[in-house]
T-cell receptor, first 114, second 112 residues
Framework: DTGVSQNPRHKITKRGQNVTFRCDPI?????LYWYRQTLGQGPEFLTY????????KSRLLSDRFSAERPKGSFSTLEIQRTEQGDSAMYLC????????????FGPGTRLTVL | RKEVEQDPGPFNVPEGATVAFNCTYS??????FFWYRQDCRKEPKLLMS???SGNEDGRFTAQLNRASQYISLLIRDSKLSDSATYLC?????????????FGKGTTLSVSS
């Protein structure tokens, strides 16, 4: 399967704990995006990388959230001191960076904060 | 005003019906437009890009009206497998122009 992959698929944690998610984009895609989706809503943009550079961050990305893409390949999203409001599906997408910016999504990581 | 607005539905139609979804967006600087499909508890999947000239892919036709900031999707000859949530999507229109802004989605249920 050469699509976007994400790990873990599900994460249950207690409030206050730190969690880290991983995304592996489609191999030839140089752009990588993180989104968050809650029930009944469309995905909301969090942040964007072109290669290893983080070029855009949403106001939704509080200081408890940090994302990295150290070698321009896979990316990690860390949430520190999780809160119940962080419970959501965290989606990663990638695009080739030319043309119309069609983005292809991974299966997501579903986070539940107890 | 929300950035991308869609009628949430649900649209309940019989097999073979034609159904149309509409969407409006607020940012006149947006340059890219898409329809994504999302099945329950799955990731969004790109259905089609939308161009000013309109475009068709089999039973699906998308239209864009930049002057009215309006996007539509027409599904002809609905199949049971078309049941899903359809997300109207535009790009953010900022300098990077990369973030996608999603509507809440329109739910379609096709019955036999």
């Amino acid at each position: 399967d050469t699509g976007v992959s994400q790990n873990p698929r599900h994460k249950i944690t207690k409030r206050g704990q730190n969690v880290t998610f991983r995304c592996d984009p489609i191999s030839e895609h140089n752009r990588l995006y993180w989104y968050r989706q809650t029930l009944g809503q469309g995905p909301e943009f969090l942040t964007y990388f072109q290669n290893e550079a983080q070029l855009e961050k949403s106001r939704l990305l509080s200081d408890r959230f940090s994302a990295e893409r150290p070698k321009g390949s896979f990316s990690t999203l860390e949430i520190q001191r999780t809160e119940q409001g962080d419970s959501a599906m965290y989606l990663c997408a990638s695009s080739i960076g030319t043309g119309g910016n069609e983005q292809f999504f991974g299966p997501g990581t579903r986070l539940t904060v107890l | 005003r929300k950035e991308v607005e869609q009628d949430p539905g649900p649209f309940n139609v019989p097999e073979g019906a034609t159904v149309a979804f509409n969407c409006t967006y607020s940012n006149s600087a947006s340059q890219s437009f898409f329809w994504y499909r999302q099945d329950c508890r799955k990731e969004p999947k790109l259905l089609m890009s939308v161009y000013s000239s309109g475009n068709e892919d089999g039973r699906f036709t998308a239209q864009l009206n930049r002057a009215s900031q309006y996007i539509s999707l027409l599904i002809r000859d609905s199949k049971l497998s078309d049941s899903a949530t359809y997300l109207c999507v535009v790009n953010s229109g900022n300098q990077a122009g990369t973030a996608l802004i999603f509507g809440k989605g329109t739910t379609l249920s096709v019955s036999s």
